[in-house]
């Protein structure tokens, strides 16, 4: 009962139940205390039929659009640099973290949203966005801008060479 609450474990029918992150890598979320509150995970072979990624379902204790995935790893150098830097997803703020840049975020699995940029303005009073060059990137870094400047917070673009973008995606 506690898996399937949690959301690490689907019930099928009465006593059938399977992974949910069978066949990924698995990353915890945390909130800003640095608990875990959810998981998020990427496939390792694509088929074509998965999703590429998936979280957690919502709980209790784990809303997507008020968690901001690795500020309990990058609220500090957040708040050093008065930038947060946000980027689209967990495996580009791990990359992030790991080439240096320690005051990079991602949204949890959802769209940025006016709660998301309200906790980040505990820690700086601007935020740059750099989101995949794709359509919905784009769409994605047009909104995102609107919902910083409704919420006074300065906003910058980091625009990222496509040679350069999604290496590993290669």
Known sequence: ???VAAGVTIQK???SFYDRFRGRIVFPINNVMGLTVAFTSRILEDDGKSAKYINSSESSIYIKGKTIYGLDKAKMAIKEADLAVFVEGNMDVISCH????KNVVATSGTALT???????SRYAETVAFSFDT???GEIAMKRAVEIALQNDINSKIISV???FKDLMKR
Not at 98 to 101: M, N, S
Not at 114 to 120: A, F, G, H, Y
């Open 13 to 15: 029918e009465k006593n």
């Open 161 to 163: 060479p496509a040679p």
């Open 98 to 101: 790991q080439a240096g840049f």
């Open 1 to 3: 009962e506690e898996m």
């Open 134 to 136: 794709d359509k919905a």
């Open 114 to 120: 006016p709660d998301q940029v309200k906790t980040l």
